[in-house]
T-cell receptor
Framework: NAGVTQTPKFQVLKTGQSMTLQCAQD?????MYWYRQDPGMGLRLIYY???????DKGEVPNGYNVSRLNKREFSLRLESAAPSQTSVYFC??????????????FGQGTRLTVV | AQSVTQPDIHITVSEGASLELRCNYS??????LFWYVQSPGQGLQLLLK??????LVQGIKGFEAEFKRSQSSFNLRKPSVHWSDAAEYFC???????????FGTGTRLQVTL
C-alpha cells in the first residue's frame, strides 16, 4: 500500500519555466491538499480539493494552478516559475465520511529550486 | 476563520526532562486537532489526534496532548524526552465543514545530552 506518492522528488527550474507536480493516493480519500514548506513559516496551504471535481484556494495560491484529475490524483502546476517559489512542496490526503475525517497522510515531498 | 498558533519557535530541553509544546486554536465549534512531527529532511508523521470524547489523548512515542476548550489549547506533552525526539513539531486544525487542514508555524525541539 503506497499511500501518497509525489513526483518528482527533486527539481531545478529556471525562472519562467513551467512544470507540474504530480500527486496520487491509493487510500480512496476524498480530500487532497498541496502545501509549501518554508523555514520558519510552517506548512502553508496552496490549494485543496474536498472532492473530485472541486478545488479551492488556500493561503498562498498565487502563481499556482491545480487539477483534480480524478479521485486519486491532484496535480499542482507552476505556469511561470519564480525564485520565490523555491520551497518544499507536500501533497496530503484525508478521508471525510459522515462528518468525520481521518488524519492527513503526506507524501515525501518535492524539493523545488528556481534559479 | 480557523487558525492555529504555536507561540514557541524553538525549545531546548535536556534529555530526560519533561516537555510541553503549546498550541492554541481559533475556531467557533469543536475542531479536529492533530500533532505531527517532522524529522530533518523527512515527511510528516502523525503523533496523535483529537476528534471528540476524552480530552486527554495518547499518541505514539510516549506523547500525549490535552484538549482544553476553555483555553482553546491543545498542548503536547512528554514526561521524559529522548535525544531522538529532536525534530520539528506541528499542530494542525481541521474543520470538517470547510474541509481545510491548517497548520501552525511549528516548534523546533532541540534535545541536549
Amino acid at each position: 500500500n503506497a499511500g501518497v506518492t509525489q513526483t518528482p522528488k527533486f527539481q531545478v527550474l529556471k525562472t519562467g519555466q513551467s512544470m507540474t507536480l504530480q500527486c496520487a493516493q491509493d487510500m480512496n480519500h476524498n480530500s487532497m491538499y498541496w502545501y509549501r514548506q518554508d523555514p520558519g513559516m510552517g506548512l502553508r496551504l496552496i490549494y485543496y480539493s474536498a472532492s473530485e471535481g472541486t478545488t479551492d484556494k488556500g493561503e498562498v495560491p498565487n502563481g499556482y494552478n491545480v487539477s483534480r484529475l480524478n479521485k486519486r490524483e491532484f496535480s499542482l502546476r507552476l505556469e511561470s516559475a519564480a525564485p520565490s517559489q523555491t520551497s518544499v512542496y507536500f501533497c496530503a490526503s484525508t478521508l471525510t465520511a459522515r462528518g468525520v475525517n481521518t488524519e492527513a497522510f503526506f507524501g515525501q515531498g518535492t524539493r523545488l529550486t528556481v534559479v | 476563520a480557523q487558525s492555529v498558533t504555536q507561540p514557541d519557535i524553538h525549545i531546548t530541553v535536556s534529555e530526560g526532562a519533561s516537555l510541553e509544546l503549546r498550541c492554541n486554536y481559533s475556531y467557533g465549534a469543536t475542531p479536529y486537532l492533530f500533532w505531527y512531527v517532522q524529522s530533518p529532511g523527512q515527511g510528516l508523521q502523525l503523533l496523535l489526534k483529537y476528534f471528540s470524547g476524552d480530552t486527554l489523548v495518547q499518541g505514539i512515542k510516549g506523547f500525549e496532548a490535552e484538549f482544553k476548550r476553555s483555553q482553546s489549547s491543545f498542548n503536547l506533552r512528554k514526561p521524559s524526552v529522548h535525544w531522538s525526539d529532536a525534530a520539528e513539531y506541528f499542530c494542525a486544525i481541521y474543520t470538517g465543514t470547510a474541509s481545510k487542514l491548517t497548520f501552525g508555524t511549528g516548534t523546533r525541539l532541540q534535545v541536549t545530552l
